[in-house]
């Protein structure tokens, strides 16, 4: 018999409320007005975000990083496991309560991946950090941009003005972002207008969905052209 979930946090939110349960020693679900968010035990998809956002800077002398939502750590332990000693991640998470979880009762799950010496955490809205960054050529340049959020594109997403999947948005990404970028993004189902706006910004495109059964969300990773050598 299963044993029962206890909520060990909360926070009333305007989306509802946000809740951190657990059951055992490292079960967790992180849900908001009674909808499930995160599960520390589905978290493959998160992971292979990280790891394809990433995959190109294991060389590279002080990439840098932004990365949208914290979430349980996932994606940004992924991330860190790529990148050298050199190489610094800016995570922008709405909620502060999330980011006491992840320094405290989730910190076992990521190995304290928000504690590493190479993490600055901005409580922000990742859609304010993109526009800042693209605006002012002295905070732009970032490597890898990566958007691991609960409300992924969808076909209801605006086309032109949705804040992080809108034609906009992805300009501004594009801005934000060093010749040879990758802006990775997931998202819960495929969403082919996604797709088509971020190619016609100039991105090339790809797209998985990890794993090989159950529920399997998409990862797209696009890229800028790198200059000519």
Not at 154 to 165: C, E, G, N, Q
Request: charged letters at 20%; one cysteine or more.
């Amino acid at each position: 018999m299963a044993l029962p979930w206890k909520i060990i946090d909360s926070l009333v939110t305007t989306s509802g409320t946000l809740e951190l349960r657990q059951r055992g020693e490292r079960d967790f679900l992180i849900t908001v007005g009674g909808l499930v968010l995160m599960n520390s035990s589905a978290h493959r998809s998160e992971v292979v975000l990280g790891q394809l956002a990433c995959s190109h800077l294991k060389h590279q002398a002080s990439p840098r990083v932004l990365v949208g939502g914290l979430g349980m750590g996932y994606t940004l332990k992924a991330v860190l496991d790529i990148l050298p000693a050199t190489g610094r991640v800016v995570v922008a998470e709405l909620n502060p309560v999330v980011v006491e979880w992840c320094r405290g009762p989730l910190a076992g799950l990521t190995d304290r991946a928000v504690a590493d010496s190479r993490v600055t955490v901005e409580i922000a809205d990742v859609a304010d950090l993109i526009r800042s960054s693209a605006m002012d050529k002295q905070l732009a340049g970032f490597d890898t941009i990566v958007l691991d959020l609960y409300t992924g594109p969808h076909t209801h997403s605006h086309k032109r003005d949705d804040p992080l999947y809108g034609s906009r948005a992805i300009e501004n990404a594009r801005a934000a972002l060093k010749p040879g970028g990758v802006f990775a993004v997931w998202g819960e189902n495929y969403d082919a207008g996604f797709v088509k706006r971020l190619c016609a910004a100039g991105f090339s495109v790809t797209s998985e969905r990890p794993g090989r059964g159950g529920l399997r969300h998409v990862v797209y990773v696009a890229k800028l052209s790198a200059p000519h050598q």
